[in-house]
């Protein structure tokens, strides 16, 4: 999400749907040079696993939801499975876990299989058909964590920002195509209701803030958010 476009970025074509793939993005998505953006809420994701594992040493069958370049898998590699829709995004994880290639809006990525699911920046298949396959892959007891961008940070920038779209992440490629992908970013009431339409429970919600990063890159971050303003917000939910 790189800020600060020529004007042939302007003139080029938009991709601007729900159901495009984060293959268009994958080959840049890591570059932190370019998409500063991502890389702050990987920073902010990154700090909000450390403190789980430092507490809690979550084990058990695990899995990395929209894994891309799984964060999880510098926590813990026995037992996880990495789940992705893209290729792309997954080709930069190392060998010898395994990698389920899947869409999960589309179906099932296993049966009462998981004691954790992960969904680290998971906003772009926040979806009720998501949640029913969470739901379906969790075991009784088992829980999800799930990530996205803070929903006070999607209100602040994408609401106010000239061309951006509320619903979206806007992506400026490289080559100055701009890239609108699916990110859906909810107020509290309203991921509760999501998650308890699917039969979890929302148990806690948590933020990580600015103030908790070492160093925020992204002027898409640093001009709209304070210090005590949340980065990612993420919630904490539980199949009973
Ligand atoms: C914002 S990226 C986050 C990637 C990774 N979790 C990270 O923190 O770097 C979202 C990821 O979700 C994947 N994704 C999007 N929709 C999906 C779906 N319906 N099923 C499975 N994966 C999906 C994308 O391919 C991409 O890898």
Request: include cysteine; proline fraction near 4%.
């Amino acid at each position: 999400m790189k800020s600060g476009i020529g004007q042939a970025a302007y003139k080029s074509t938009e991709i601007h749907s729900c159901q495009a793939s984060y293959d268009i993005v994958a080959s840049e998505y890591y570059d932190a040079d370019l998409h500063p953006t991502c890389a702050d809420f990987r920073a902010a994701s990154r700090v909000y696993l450390k403190k789980v594992f430092d507490a809690e040493a979550p084990r058990g069958r695990i899995a990395d939801v929209g894994c891309g370049r799984s964060l999880v898998l510098e926590f813990v590699s026995k037992d996880l499975v990495l789940v992705d829709e893209s290729r792309g995004m997954v080709q930069g994880n190392m060998g010898g876990v395994e990698v389920r290639i899947a869409n999960i809006e589309m179906g099932s990525f296993g049966h009462e299989e998981f004691d954790w699911i992960f969904a680290i920046l998971g906003d772009p298949y926040n979806t009720p058909a998501a949640w029913g396959h969470i739901f379906e892959a969790l075991r009784p007891k088992g829980q999800c964590i799930f990530i996205t961008p803070s929903v006070v940070w999607a209100k602040k920038f994408r609401e106010r920002d000239k061309g951006e779209r509320s619903g979206f992440a806007r992506f400026v490629l490289s080559g100055g195509r701009s890239v609108y992908l699916r990110s859906l970013i909810f107020p509290v009431a309203e991921q509760r209701a999501l998650i308890d339409r699917s039969n979890l429970k929302l148990i806690e919600v948590h933020s990580i803030f600015a103030s908790e990063l070492p160093n925020v890159r992204s002027p898409k971050i640093s001009q709209h958010l304070s210090d005590d303003d949340p980065v990612v917000d993420v919630y904490r939910v539980s199949k009973l």
